[in-house]
């Protein structure tokens, strides 16, 4: 039985509250009186199922299912969590704990406030040891962070088992040792909005300038290394001490005005506004959100590939997903959806990743047969001597495919994969590939017979064909 989950609250946010849970095989009930809430939520849920699957290299749990509710007891009741995403009203935030807590007292709520402390929303709580900040970043189902404030008044088991939930999601719960206003990271974006008001307004940049000074400069660095390990390697050799020690008299410089806002005038607003219509007015917000996804999915992969940051948490959160498959016919070696940076000129996706997926679906058939990651750290592998694959029709991003496996000769120091690619809805088939590998040593890097374990079970493999 699926584990349920209550957003109150379906905008920007709390919708993507709903396509992270969702997508992640919990069922979901939404309370939001907007009329519009549906169409809104759907739309970003569109998005979602476009962009999270992309970022793994298998399928994601089944989809749960999404109920919209006519009240807020209705969607919290039995709810396992309930995330809060309503305006940022203190008075209606209120309103809406006593309601929730009035009908599940139980129940544990997080708050996506990017503003108010834990305390603050506690006041007048039935039940304030269950409440606490989980304040999250847009796109909600892309982005990992979520800061995790509670307040001396929250129960400490409450705090770990919202981030038990928040971690099995693929998301990172951030603990906040202290709470305070505007937690940690909009506390920084804030000193960045406003130092940039004030570049805008003196005439120093366009806010299209700003937007490449972030995106061309430190954004790509803070991505991948954050602030501190950035200037720590900035420091050179002697580290840290030395970084603090050369620019450390550049804190009594007056090159920001953090401490001074400029005059929030029409005249100000209408000056950023029109610079951002000129930037980037000519695309509709769906497009940009598209296209920020597209960004996003792209560079968590790259650092995937490296193992860091945002990159190292989804292959962790891959690794509680995926489970080998048992030793049976249809063998099904990959079920994914194309990733938007495997795609080319064209518009599909181009020849070498096609040679990727069905690596990948080869690599299950190894750990099957038990030639896994410390099978190749003790010193033995199968190395691919031998393709030919068949391209048959096209293959776009987003689309989801399986790759089926027919082991066709398993013996000796051979194991012979045949891999057949298909449209997961509708079974067509996109590509075939004949993929002979050979087992090696990876002391002498050459061919040796397997252990007699491993050999049995390539054996087993191969005669399912037979059987079938």
């Known amino acids: 039985m699926n584990k349920i989950a209550a957003i109150i609250g379906g905008g920007v946010i709390g919708g993507g509250w709903a396509a992270r849970f969702l997508l992640n095989g919990w069922d979901v009930r939404v309370f939001d009186p907007d009329p519009e809430a549906k169409r809104k939520i759907n739309e970003v849920l569109g998005n979602a199922r476009r962009a999270l699957p992309m970022l793994y290299d298998c399928a994601l749990p089944q989809e749960g299912s999404l109920r919209f509710c006519d009240s807020i007891a209705e969607a919290v009741t039995g709810a396992d969590w309930v995330q809060e995403s309503v305006s940022e009203r203190l008075d209606l935030k209120h309103k809406v704990f006593a309601e929730i807590q009035e009908a599940d007292a139980r129940v544990l709520i997080g708050s996506s406030t990017s503003g108010f402390m834990p305390s603050q929303l506690q006041e007048g709580a039935a039940r304030p040891e269950r409440i606490m900040v989980t304040h999250p970043f847009n796109p909600v189902y892309l982005m990992p962070l979520i800061e995790v404030v509670p307040s001396p008044a929250t129960d400490p088991h409450a705090v770990e088992a919202a981030s038990e939930i928040l971690t099995s999601l693929g998301l990172y719960p951030l603990k906040v040792r202290k709470e305070i206003d505007a937690h940690i990271a909009d506390r920084f974006l804030e000193a960045v909005w406003r ?57 009594k410089w007056p090159w920001t005005k953090l401490m001074d806002v400029p ?63 048992a030793p049976a016919l249809p063998l099904i070696t990959q079920d994914r959806v194309i990733p938007v940076d495997w795609t080319d000129m064209n518009g599909h996706m181009n020849e070498g990743r096609y040679g990727q997926i069905f690596s990948d679906a080869a690599e299950v058939v190894m750990a099957m047969v ?55 809805n509708d079974g067509e088939v996109m590509a075939t590939c004949d993929q002979l590998m050979l087992h090696v040593s990876l002391e002498t890097r050459r061919t040796c017979v397997p252990p007699e374990d491993v050999a049995a079970r390539v054996t087993r493999l191969a005669a399912l064909n037979g059987e079938a």
């Open 195 to 251: 130092e940039a008001l004030w570049l805008v307004k003196d005439g120093i940049a366009t806010t299209e300038e700003i937007d490449n000074a972030i995106r061309y400069g430190f954004g790509l660095r803070w991505g991948q290394m954050g602030l501190f390990e950035t200037y720590r390697v900035a420091g050179g050799e002697a580290g840290m001490r030395h970084f603090m020690a050369q620019f450390g008299p550049a804190l």
């Open 370 to 424: 038990g030639a896994d990651e410390e099978y190749v750290a003790r010193g033995m592998s199968y190395f691919t001597v031998e393709t030919t694959v068949k391209y048959l029709a096209e293959t776009h991003a987003g689309e989801r495919v399986v790759v089926e496996t027919e082991v066709t000769e398993g013996a000796g120091k051979k194991l012979r994969c045949f891999h057949t690619m298909k449209r997961k």
């Open 263 to 325: 005059e929030f005038t029409d005249e100000l607003v209408d000056m950023i506004a029109d610079q951002s219509d000129a930037q980037s007015g000519h695309l509709s917000i769906r497009d940009l959100e598209r296209k920020r996804d597209g960004n996003l999915v792209a560079m968590i992969r790259a650092l995937r590939q490296q193992g860091n940051a945002a990159g190292r948490l989804v292959n962790e959160h891959q690794r509680t997903v995926f489970e080998v498959p």
